[in-house]
């Protein structure tokens, strides 16, 4: 058979993943010449040999790749012949018009952790053990293409051994950048409170006697530093709880093996499958009763947030404990530590001891948490182990950088049909967060080589983000509002055109009438929306302050049921509040003194929540919502009343009648478990019937949900449950989360239809 030759350009997650050694391997097996080479594309190969060993070639491609590549597209041309019968790997080249995608980093897997433990192996207990199928990516990563000198690992000179493995096609650790042994690489060090180094052989086992004594340590990780404390020590989870002022948000915990796990998380094999997966993300498990760990790590709450450890340092910290508790190595509201010195300072006070290593960390990059709805996890937080994979658009678009919000922000670029969106940044608001959104978006402009045609912002005046888009002139600057940029975060990750109907239902959003929306329903396309409907208004007393005293809210839906007649009533609400506190927000609430409007499903949640005793006052944002949902007893429960009107043109969804059949409950002494099933109930129905109502007028039958009210089992399950009762597709959106980290890709997709539109 006469020879071929056939130029490839492979593009998605190539590099850094064993690619060119397998492609080196195939080739050879089929006995064909030529070459593959990394570029800032992808990987380009050049085949020659026989047509039916070339078409094999390309069918392997597609369906033997390693397990951490990704092929998103395969490009094949054909060229003259060259006689080339030997197949070799080229130097990487760079290139201008960067799309080469970049592999998250992943867990540390099987084959390095046997190595790890063998103390035979010249890696025995080294923790920074690693191949081209596991470790670090992302965050020591500076540029593309993937090669050592655009690492953190360029200042570690490879030993002979090392260097031996990294240019053997035929070696696990060919090219594999972070490569290193005890002889060349990282190294671990045990620094006391103070930050001065414990002179020992061992730092890992003089960390684990610290942890042994109840003592908490800073864990430099991945993409942080973590605090760590033995999960089964009420004593040291009190003392990190204390220290980092987070004295009732549920900590997450690590332990080394599923076995583990299950003697204090109940788990299904969906679950566990996640659990195991070589992203390893925190995944929210139903806790066991009683477990062997301490109350205080997850105090009222039905969950527990595990992971299992991911990095060879965790696996030699966790051999002589079921469980650690693994909590982000910050303050409250500020962006996790990833230097040294930085983590001294900042944790000073918070951590008794510092395991830190001397291999720089590029990116900040938390944990990611999920949720598994039936068999797919949900994301609740996108971080470590997906980012920076993108979300593949239904059509290219212009490149858009869109900015997110203020609370739990992401950043997202779009590039073609790819979008991008960041780690979890976090709440901007301090100067550190701040820090690092910047370079978040420089760091992703960079590697990703995208520069954007507009900037995308929400409309609210005052969150930091819009301000940072409105101090630049360099770019066109487009608003987004919220909760269509919500809606349309959904569509985009589902592939939908739209129009469809959206139900987007959050805490707080600015709304085109200057108000705060939160309860709504919009008929909703890529470029724009007509809000068709929404939650009543009620008065939000003291404007943010209401948000972090859910009792406000209460005495706000009291007064919009009863009015007049509201302190009349004999509930216990009442009898908890100082009558002159009480008498003041009502005052406020009737003079409207720096009291918008709000239309908000979250601050009914919330309201409830205080009405019914759960919680007053929210140690952290979402904590009575959540609280609300941990009450609701599983099973089917008579809902309470809601009205719904024409309201000029809109759907009003009114709910004094549910507020004050709640307060006859109250009165009766009935259980706040049965009230919260009726309550969830209550809502489903309503929201499900204005739906249908919409549907009905519109002619649309796909409902798509996003907001940060969905993130409630309860009420998402019921809810699309009661809609595909009805005859109707009810969606939501898995991939990027449904609360503000998912965001910044609706506003880029928004922007980007809008340009579309425009023609430009």
Not at 570 to 598: C, E, G, M, W, Y
């Amino acid at each position: 058979m006469a020879s071929i030759r056939t130029r490839i350009q492979v593009q998605g997650i190539v590099q850094g993943v064993g690619f060119r050694p397998f492609v080196h391997q195939l080739a050879r097996r089929l006995g064909l010449g030529g070459f593959i080479q990394n570029n800032s594309y992808g990987v380009e190969i050049e085949v020659e040999g026989g047509g039916e060993a070339v078409g094999d070639f390309l069918r392997g491609l597609r369906e033997e790749t390693p397990p951490l590549a990704r092929v998103t597209g395969i490009e094949s041309s054909p060229l003259n012949t060259l006689g080339q019968s030997d197949f070799t790997i080229r130097a990487s080249e760079a290139l201008a018009g960067r799309t080469a995608l970049i592999s998250p980093d992943v867990a540390v897997c099987d084959d390095c952790l046997a190595e790890m433990f063998d103390p035979s192996d010249r890696r025995y207990r080294y923790p920074f053990i690693n191949c081209t199928n596991c470790g670090p990516r992302y965050t020591i990563i500076t540029d593309v293409p993937y090669d050592r000198d655009k690492t953190s690992m360029r200042v570690f000179e490879m030993c002979p051994a090392c260097a031996a493995e990294y240019g053997d096609p035929a070696d696990r650790r060919f090219h594999a950048q972070p490569n290193a042994c005890p002889v060349c690489g990282p190294r671990v060090t045990l620094l006391d409170g103070a930050g001065h180094p414990i002179p020992l052989d061992d730092p890992i086992a003089g960390a684990v006697e610290a942890l042994h004594k109840g003592l908490v340590l800073a864990v430099k990780g991945l993409g942080g530093f973590h605090l760590a404390a033995d999960a089964a020590d009420a004593d040291a989870v009190r003392r990190l709880r204390s220290h980092k002022h987070r004295e009732e948000k549920p900590l997450a915990v690590m332990s080394t093996d599923m076995e583990s796990i299950r003697t204090y998380a109940r788990t299904t094999p969906e679950e566990e499958t996640v659990l195991a997966s070589i992203q390893r993300p925190i995944v929210l498990l139903r806790a066991r009763t009683p477990s062997p760990l301490a109350p205080n790590v997850a105090p009222d709450n039905r969950y527990i947030g595990a992971m299992l450890a991911y990095t060879p340092l965790h696996h030699l910290l966790l051999r002589d404990f079921p469980a650690l508790v693994m909590t982000s190595g910050n303050l409250t509201d500020e962006p996790i530590a990833i230097d040294n010195q930085e983590a001294v300072t900042r944790l000073d006070g918070i951590a008794d001891y510092f395991l830190v290593h001397d291999r720089d960390i590029y990116l900040r990059t938390d944990d990611s948490v999920v949720r598994l709805d039936g068999p797919r996890p949900r994301q609740i937080r996108r971080s470590r182990g997906f980012v920076p994979v993108p979300v593949f658009l239904r059509r290219p678009q212009p490149s858009i950088l869109a900015l997110g919000g203020e609370l739990k922000n992401t950043v997202c670029l779009t590039k073609q049909d790819r979008a991008f969106v960041s780690q979890h940044v976090g709440d901007l608001e301090n100067l550190l967060t701040l820090e690092f959104f910047d370079l978040t978006i420089r760091h992703l402009r960079r590697i990703l080589d995208i520069e954007p045609a507009a900037l995308a912002r929400d409309l609210h005046p005052e969150y930091l983000s819009t301000k940072v888009a409105l101090s630049q002139r360099e770019l066109q600057v487009i608003g987004v509002q919220h909760h269509h940029a919500h809606v349309v975060s959904a569509m985009a990750e589902l592939g939908l055109a739209g129009p469809v109907i959206g139900l987007a239902c959050d805490g707080t959003g600015y709304g085109d009438d200057g108000q705060i929306w939160g309860g709504e329903f919009l008929r909703a396309d890529e470029a724009g929306y007509e809000r068709l409907g929404h939650l009543d208004y009620a008065v939000l007393p003291g404007g943010a302050a209401a948000i972090k005293e859910p009792w406000r809210m209460a005495l706000s839906f009291l007064d919009l049921a009863f009015g007049r007649e509201a302190l009349d009533l004999d509930i216990p609400f009442l009898d908890r509040r100082n009558p002159d506190q009480v008498h003041f927000i009502r005052q406020v609430i009737a003079k409207r003194v720096n009291s918008p409007l709000t239309s908000s499903l979250g601050r009914l949640f919330d309201a409830v929540a205080a009405l019914i005793g759960l919680r007053d006052v929210a140690a952290f944002e979402g904590q009575a919502a959540m609280m609300l949902e941990m009450a609701c007893p599983e099973g089917e429960f008579d809902p309470y009343d809601f009205d719904v009107s024409e309201i000029e043109g809109r759907f009003v969804v009114q709910p004094q009648a549910l507020i004050r059949a709640m307060v006859r409950d109250l009165v009766d002494g009935r259980a706040r478990e049965e009230i919260s099933g009726r309550f969830h109930a209550a809502v489903i129905r309503a929201l499900a019937e204005t739906t249908l109502r919409i549907s009905a007028r519109t002619g649309l039958t796909t409902v798509v949900l996003s907001g940060g009210c969905f993130q409630n089992q309860v009420l998402t399950r019921g809810l699309i449950r009661a809609l595909e009762t009805a005859g109707l597709k009810a969606l939501t959106q898995h991939l990027v989360p449904v609360n503000d980290g998912g965001l910044s890709l609706g506003q880029a997709v928004c922007a980007g239809a809008r340009l579309i539109g425009a023609g430009r």
